[in-house]
């Protein structure tokens, strides 16, 4: 059963900074293509970045580029989202996706295609 547990969430002052874990179970991290989605309250869910499986390479949207930084550890069946400089508006709830197909950028938005599996979420709160 292939499942994604997300941590690292929590209560974090503006310009602060947390790392968010996401551990796979069920499947092999390596075969996966994974990503980061966020909804904020009162908004759709969009997406953050993704690691593709075929050659780890990362996806960003462009207004997360340079705060927000994708890894993964397959040693540890983890993936990892580095936030820094923290603002309010990156209040929301954090979800991880494991992904059997691919992911892309398409009109400035993350995109994917294939059999998508979710974890429950992270509560991520910027607020001093």
């Known amino acids: 059963q292939v499942q994604a547990v997300e941590s690292g969430g929590g209560l974090v002052q503006p310009g602060g900074s947390l790392r968010l874990s996401c551990e796979a179970s069920?499947?092999?991290?390596?075969?996966?293509?994974m990503g980061w989605f966020r909804q904020a309250p009162g908004k759709e869910r969009e997406g953050i970045s993704c690691?593709?499986?075929?050659?780890?390479?990362?996806v960003y949207v462009e207004s997360m580029k340079g705060r927000f930084a994708i890894s993964r550890d397959n040693a540890k069946s983890t993936v990892y989202l580095q936030m820094n400089n923290l603002k309010p508006e990156d209040t929301g709830v954090y979800y991880c996706?494991?992904?059997?197909?691919?992911?892309?950028?398409?009109?400035?938005?993350?995109?994917?295609?294939?059999?998508?599996?979710w974890g429950k979420g992270t509560l991520v709160t910027v607020s001093s």
């Open positions: 069920g499947f092999t991290l390596d075969s996966y293509t």
């Open positions: 996706l494991a992904l059997e197909g691919v992911c892309a950028l398409a009109a400035g938005r993350l995109i994917y295609f294939g059999r998508d599996y």
């Open positions: 690691i593709k499986s075929v050659d780890d390479s990362t």
